[in-house]
Protein backbone atom coordinates (compact mmCIF):
# COMPACT_ATOMS: atom_id res chain seq x y z
CA UNK A 1 0.00 0.00 0.00
CA UNK A 2 0.93 3.98 0.03
CA UNK A 3 3.75 4.59 2.61
CA UNK A 4 3.00 8.14 4.28
CA UNK A 5 6.02 9.32 6.48
CA UNK A 6 4.87 11.16 9.11
CA UNK A 7 6.97 13.28 11.71
CA UNK A 8 8.41 13.45 13.98
CA UNK A 9 7.06 10.45 16.17
CA UNK A 10 6.09 12.29 19.08
CA UNK A 11 6.80 15.99 21.02
CA UNK A 12 7.07 17.11 24.33
CA UNK A 13 6.03 20.98 24.20
CA UNK A 14 5.27 24.05 26.89
CA UNK A 15 2.41 25.11 26.57
CA UNK A 16 2.03 28.74 24.62
CA UNK A 17 4.78 26.73 21.89
CA UNK A 18 4.27 26.29 18.25
CA UNK A 19 4.10 22.90 16.80
CA UNK A 20 5.12 21.92 13.38
CA UNK A 21 4.57 18.35 11.95
CA UNK A 22 4.61 17.24 8.27
CA UNK A 23 3.83 14.36 6.18
CA UNK A 24 5.33 13.05 3.26
CA UNK A 25 4.56 10.48 0.07
CA UNK A 26 6.02 8.77 -2.08
CA UNK A 27 3.13 9.11 -4.69
CA UNK A 28 1.15 12.20 -5.54
CA UNK A 29 -2.39 12.75 -3.33
CA UNK A 30 -5.32 14.62 -4.84
CA UNK A 31 -6.57 15.60 -1.19
CA UNK A 32 -4.49 16.12 2.05
CA UNK A 33 -6.28 15.51 5.64
CA UNK A 34 -5.58 16.60 8.99
CA UNK A 35 -6.70 14.50 12.16
CA UNK A 36 -7.01 14.22 15.98
CA UNK A 37 -7.41 11.48 17.77
CA UNK A 38 -8.03 11.35 21.87
CA UNK A 39 -7.01 8.00 23.57
CA UNK A 40 -10.25 6.12 23.40
CA UNK A 41 -11.72 7.98 20.85
CA UNK A 42 -12.32 7.92 16.73
CA UNK A 43 -10.22 10.28 14.86
CA UNK A 44 -11.85 13.90 14.17
CA UNK A 45 -11.49 15.74 11.25
CA UNK A 46 -9.12 18.89 11.38
CA UNK A 47 -8.30 20.29 8.14
CA UNK A 48 -8.86 19.47 4.72
CA UNK A 49 -6.89 20.39 1.63
CA UNK A 50 -8.06 19.87 -2.01
CA UNK A 51 -5.44 21.70 -3.91
CA UNK A 52 -2.10 21.55 -4.13
CA UNK A 53 -0.37 24.91 -2.36
CA UNK A 54 -3.41 25.79 -0.90
CA UNK A 55 -2.90 27.01 2.96
CA UNK A 56 -5.91 26.59 5.19
CA UNK A 57 -6.33 27.60 8.57
CA UNK A 58 -8.78 26.41 11.70
CA UNK A 59 -8.59 28.74 14.71
CA UNK A 60 -4.92 28.17 15.52
CA UNK A 61 -4.08 25.59 13.23
CA UNK A 62 -2.96 25.95 9.43
CA UNK A 63 -2.70 22.94 7.00
CA UNK A 64 -0.81 23.56 3.78
CA UNK A 65 -0.86 21.19 0.70
CA UNK A 66 2.70 21.01 -0.57
CA UNK A 67 3.14 21.86 -4.24
CA UNK A 68 4.45 18.50 -5.17
CA UNK A 69 1.23 16.82 -3.83
CA UNK A 70 3.40 14.92 -2.30
CA UNK A 71 3.37 16.66 1.19
CA UNK A 72 1.81 18.23 3.96
CA UNK A 73 2.06 20.35 6.71
CA UNK A 74 0.32 21.24 9.79
CA UNK A 75 1.10 23.48 12.32
CA UNK A 76 -0.37 24.34 15.96
CA UNK A 77 0.29 27.49 17.29
CA UNK A 78 0.41 29.06 21.00
CA UNK A 79 -0.04 25.55 22.25
CA UNK A 80 -2.73 24.73 24.92
CA UNK A 81 -2.69 21.72 27.03
CA UNK A 82 -6.09 20.63 25.41
CA UNK A 83 -4.03 19.93 22.19
CA UNK A 84 -2.87 16.99 23.10
CA UNK A 85 -3.33 13.60 21.32
CA UNK A 86 -2.23 11.87 18.26
CA UNK A 87 -2.16 14.01 14.94
CA UNK A 88 -2.37 11.77 12.14
CA UNK A 89 -2.48 12.87 8.59
CA UNK A 90 -4.30 11.13 5.19
CA UNK A 91 -4.01 11.19 1.80
CA UNK A 92 -6.76 10.51 -0.86
CA UNK A 93 -5.08 8.56 -3.56
CA UNK A 94 -6.40 6.23 -6.48
CA UNK A 95 -9.47 4.47 -5.82
CA UNK A 96 -10.64 7.18 -3.65
CA UNK A 97 -9.26 5.12 -0.67
CA UNK A 98 -7.55 6.82 2.21
CA UNK A 99 -4.10 6.57 3.54
CA UNK A 100 -2.91 7.38 6.70
CA UNK A 101 0.45 8.18 8.52
CA UNK A 102 1.89 6.69 11.29
CA UNK A 103 0.66 9.54 13.82
CA UNK A 104 2.58 12.44 16.28
CA UNK A 105 2.18 12.00 19.40
CA UNK A 106 1.41 16.02 21.33
CA UNK A 107 2.23 16.08 24.70
CA UNK A 108 1.82 19.77 26.15
CA UNK A 109 3.46 20.54 29.28
CA UNK A 110 1.36 23.24 31.49
CA UNK B 1 -27.35 13.54 15.72
CA UNK B 2 -25.46 10.66 17.05
CA UNK B 3 -23.20 10.53 13.61
CA UNK B 4 -21.41 7.32 13.40
CA UNK B 5 -21.99 4.31 16.14
CA UNK B 6 -20.27 1.26 16.36
CA UNK B 7 -20.89 -1.75 18.17
CA UNK B 8 -19.43 -3.33 20.05
CA UNK B 9 -17.24 -1.40 22.68
CA UNK B 10 -14.96 -4.50 23.34
CA UNK B 11 -14.80 -8.22 22.32
CA UNK B 12 -12.70 -10.89 23.42
CA UNK B 13 -12.85 -13.82 21.30
CA UNK B 14 -10.98 -16.97 21.35
CA UNK B 15 -8.98 -17.94 18.46
CA UNK B 16 -11.31 -19.46 15.75
CA UNK B 17 -14.57 -17.71 16.87
CA UNK B 18 -16.16 -15.46 14.83
CA UNK B 19 -18.11 -12.46 15.30
CA UNK B 20 -19.77 -9.41 13.48
CA UNK B 21 -18.90 -5.66 14.18
CA UNK B 22 -21.73 -3.24 13.80
CA UNK B 23 -21.38 0.83 11.99
CA UNK B 24 -24.21 2.62 11.61
CA UNK B 25 -24.63 6.22 10.72
CA UNK B 26 -27.03 8.74 10.59
CA UNK B 27 -25.80 11.54 7.84
CA UNK B 28 -27.17 9.94 5.10
CA UNK B 29 -23.90 9.51 3.50
CA UNK B 30 -22.62 7.47 0.62
CA UNK B 31 -20.06 5.76 1.39
CA UNK B 32 -18.70 3.71 4.48
CA UNK B 33 -15.24 2.59 5.12
CA UNK B 34 -13.73 -0.31 7.97
CA UNK B 35 -10.27 0.66 9.02
CA UNK B 36 -8.12 -1.09 11.69
CA UNK B 37 -5.92 0.35 13.98
CA UNK B 38 -2.12 -0.97 15.33
CA UNK B 39 0.23 0.49 17.03
CA UNK B 40 2.98 2.11 15.57
CA UNK B 41 1.11 1.59 11.92
CA UNK B 42 -1.72 4.20 11.93
CA UNK B 43 -5.06 3.52 10.09
CA UNK B 44 -5.33 1.04 7.40
CA UNK B 45 -8.40 0.13 5.07
CA UNK B 46 -9.66 -3.19 5.34
CA UNK B 47 -12.92 -2.67 2.92
CA UNK B 48 -15.45 0.04 1.80
CA UNK B 49 -18.23 0.64 0.32
CA UNK B 50 -18.79 3.72 -2.07
CA UNK B 51 -22.81 3.52 -2.19
CA UNK B 52 -25.54 1.04 -0.62
CA UNK B 53 -24.90 -2.48 -2.80
CA UNK B 54 -21.02 -1.94 -3.51
CA UNK B 55 -18.20 -3.43 -1.64
CA UNK B 56 -14.59 -2.97 -2.33
CA UNK B 57 -11.55 -4.65 -0.91
CA UNK B 58 -8.59 -2.27 0.56
CA UNK B 59 -5.10 -2.80 1.86
CA UNK B 60 -5.60 -5.14 4.40
CA UNK B 61 -8.28 -7.44 3.56
CA UNK B 62 -7.83 -11.09 4.10
CA UNK B 63 -9.53 -12.91 7.18
CA UNK B 64 -12.56 -10.07 6.70
CA UNK B 65 -16.01 -9.76 4.68
CA UNK B 66 -18.61 -7.28 4.61
CA UNK B 67 -21.97 -6.36 4.22
CA UNK B 68 -23.83 -2.70 3.03
CA UNK B 69 -27.23 -3.93 4.43
CA UNK B 70 -28.59 -0.82 3.69
CA UNK B 71 -26.95 3.19 3.36
CA UNK B 72 -27.07 3.61 6.86
CA UNK B 73 -25.10 0.17 8.10
CA UNK B 74 -21.73 -1.47 7.36
CA UNK B 75 -20.71 -4.11 8.89
CA UNK B 76 -17.35 -6.29 9.27
CA UNK B 77 -17.33 -9.90 9.73
CA UNK B 78 -14.13 -11.94 11.23
CA UNK B 79 -14.87 -15.75 10.19
CA UNK B 80 -12.28 -17.20 11.80
CA UNK B 81 -10.85 -15.08 14.66
CA UNK B 82 -7.18 -15.11 14.58
CA UNK B 83 -4.04 -13.38 17.23
CA UNK B 84 -3.37 -11.43 14.23
CA UNK B 85 -6.82 -9.32 14.08
CA UNK B 86 -6.10 -8.16 17.61
CA UNK B 87 -6.75 -4.60 17.23
CA UNK B 88 -8.97 -1.50 17.42
CA UNK B 89 -11.25 -1.66 14.66
CA UNK B 90 -12.79 1.91 13.10
CA UNK B 91 -15.87 2.41 11.18
CA UNK B 92 -16.26 5.64 9.11
CA UNK B 93 -18.66 7.30 6.71
CA UNK B 94 -18.49 10.12 3.95
CA UNK B 95 -20.76 12.00 1.77
CA UNK B 96 -17.90 13.54 -0.59
CA UNK B 97 -15.20 11.32 -0.55
CA UNK B 98 -12.79 14.02 1.14
CA UNK B 99 -13.99 14.41 4.69
CA UNK B 100 -14.04 11.23 6.84
CA UNK B 101 -16.40 10.86 9.89
CA UNK B 102 -14.98 8.02 12.48
CA UNK B 103 -17.27 6.14 14.78
CA UNK B 104 -15.78 5.16 18.14
CA UNK B 105 -13.74 1.84 17.31
CA UNK B 106 -14.35 -1.57 18.74
CA UNK B 107 -10.91 -2.72 20.39
CA UNK B 108 -11.21 -6.41 19.65
CA UNK B 109 -9.31 -8.91 21.37
CA UNK B 110 -7.97 -12.36 20.43
CA UNK B 111 -6.52 -14.99 22.33
Known amino acids: GQQLNQSPQSMFIQEGEDVSMNCTSS?????WLWYKQDPGEGPVLLIA?????ELTSNGRLTAQFGITRKDSFLNISASIPSDVGIYFC??????????FGTGTSLTVIP | NAGVTQTPKFQVLKTGQSMTLQCAQD?????MYWYRQDPGMGLRLIYY???????DKGEVPNGYNVSRLNKREFSLRLESAAPSQTSVYFC??????????FGPGTRLTVT
Open chain 2, 49 to 55: SASEGTT
Open chain 1, 90 to 99: AGQGPGNQFY
Open chain 2, 92 to 101: ASTESWFEQY
Open chain 2, 27 to 31: MNHNS
Open chain 1, 49 to 53: LYKAG
Open chain 1, 27 to 31: SIFNT
